[in-house]
């Protein structure tokens, strides 16, 4: 079974902190992904990697960034947090075109 | 750009009602499509996916999607639902010309009475 985790499930951080989610794949997948849930807004692409060290600009990329040092994993930066940035964040994993695999997601409070 | 429209935040229903989710995409050309849902506390999941051929997807736990391309819909549909399926539903649509990036409808909160 495809396993992604994340590295934490609940995470509270104030307004200015430098905040780092970190994902992890299991399944040697090219693709990785960041979204971003809330309510009524379903999921919404933050960044993307399809290689080590590349990355891509998702719809709503202002705000992070994101680093691909290693194939199994894609850390996701929020350089100075805002309390618009509380949310469910969610890793995905694929190999492009089929399927995401996702983690459990980090919930993120930045007070 | 690809969007994907779903059509009720909410359903409530009661157990062994028939359900159907509508999921509309704005993409004109070749797509591939998808069925999340996501339990309370539990990861997003694929239900089914369309890729090509029979536009009659069946998936896990008795769930089916159609795909009527000429109006760009693939609503999600089970004919007797259980106290169990309460979770939200998410349809995805990704497309090669839009890079393979999957793009979300808002999601429907299913709330099965038992």
């Known amino acids: 079974d495809v396993k992604v985790t994340q590295s934490s499930r609940y995470l509270v951080k104030r307004t200015g902190e430098k905040v780092f989610l970190e994902c992890v794949q299991d399944m040697d997948h090219e693709n990785m992904f960041w979204y971003r849930q809330d309510p009524g807004l379903g999921l919404r692409l933050i960044y993307f990697s399809y290689d080590v060290k590349m990355k891509e600009k998702g719809d709503i990329p202002e705000g992070y960034s994101v680093s691909r040092e290693k194939k199994e994993r894609f850390s996701l930066i929020l350089e100075s947090a805002s309390t618009n940035q509380t949310s469910m964040y969610l890793c995905?994993?694929?190999?492009?075109?089929?399927?995401?695999?996702f983690g459990p997601g980090t919930r993120l409070t930045v007070t | 750009a690809q969007s994907v429209s779903q059509h009720n935040h909410h359903v409530i229903l009661s157990e062994a009602a028939s359900l159907e989710l509508g999921c509309n995409y704005s993409y004109g050309g070749t797509v591939n499509l998808f069925w999340y849902v996501q339990y309370p506390g539990q990861h997003l999941q694929l239900l089914l996916k369309?890729?090509?051929?029979?536009?009659l997807v069946k998936g896990i736990k008795g769930f089916e999607a159609e795909f009527i391309k000429s109006k760009f819909s693939f609503n999600l549909r089970k004919p007797s639902v259980q106290w169990s399926d309460t979770a939200e539903y998410f349809c995805a649509v990704n497309s090669k010309a839009a890079g393979n990036k999957l793009t979300f409808g808002g999601g429907t909160r299913v709330l099965v009475k038992p």
């Open positions: 995905a994993s694929s190999s492009s075109p089929h399927e995401q695999y």
């Open positions: 369309y890729f090509s051929g029979d536009p």
